[in-house]
């Protein structure tokens, strides 16, 4: 069955270190996107990707990096910049350009803790 | 300013009781997901709708576009429906970006 993988589901790590979350697609959407999730708010979107070797910031981009070499793949690095990354991190993606939230699809999500 | 609001933020009900959630949104969109996130984390998407009323096994969801407000209802809930439930919604127009606007959710437990 198609889906998107995140792997793992739950990541630790120690404070000053980057760290890179996995995001598979393998429904051929070509856009994908990086959202976090603090409680008490609403996920926000961190980074998007409309078509390979293309990626935009979200609203939250500061301390985080991506790369989208594969139209597959869109991992994302928590990095040591980022001041207070531990959260639950939730990737998703969507179908061709201009079909809107047709065919919108989410990840099952990891959450980071840094200690 | 919080593009989508969700209400109520908690809700306990006993099992078997009809539940409503509700969620209200002040942009023109595309469409809105429901989603359901359990404990630990792992997000579901429960129903996508542009338009009308969808149902699926004891859910159902309904979108009144005119007035920008949908509700996901549960009928005989059971405690396996605790979890949180999200509302999100796609703005038609966004730059491109296709990005969704979130709720806070609403934390349902269901008491045995």
């Known amino acids: 069955d198609g889906g998107i993988t995140q792997s793992p589901k739950y990541l630790f790590r120690k404070e000053g270190q980057n760290v890179t979350l996995s995001c598979e697609q393998n429904l051929n959407h070509d856009a994908m996107y990086w959202y976090r999730q603090d409680p008490g708010q609403g996920l926000r979107l961190i980074y998007y990707s409309q078509i390979v070797n293309d990626f935009q910031k979200g609203d939250i981009a500061e301390g985080y990096s991506v790369s989208r070499e594969k139209k597959e793949s869109f991992p994302l690095t928590v990095t040591s910049a980022q001041k207070n990354p531990t959260a639950f991190y939730l990737c998703?993606?969507?179908?061709?350009?201009?079909?809107?939230?047709?065919?919108?699809?989410f990840g099952s999500g990891t959450r980071l803790t840094v200690v | 300013k919080n593009e989508v609001e969700q209400s109520p933020q908690n809700l306990t009900a006993q099992e078997e009781e009809f539940i409503t959630i509700n969620c209200s949104y002040s942009v023109g969109i595309s469409a809105l997901h429901w989603l359901q996130q359990h404990p630990g984390g792992g997000i579901v998407s429960l129903f996508m709708l542009s338009s009308g009323k969808k149902k699926h096994g004891r859910l159902i969801a309904t979108i009144n576009i005119q007035e920008k407000h949908s509700s996901l209802h549960i009928t005989a809930s059971h405690p396996r429906d605790s979890a949180v439930y999200i509302c999100a919604v796609m703005p038609a127009y966004f730059g491109g970006r296709n990005q969704f606007y979130f709720g806070t959710g609403t934390s349902l437990t269901v008491i045995p």
């Open positions: 998703a993606s969507s179908s061709p350009l201009g079909q809107g939230a047709y065919g919108y699809t």
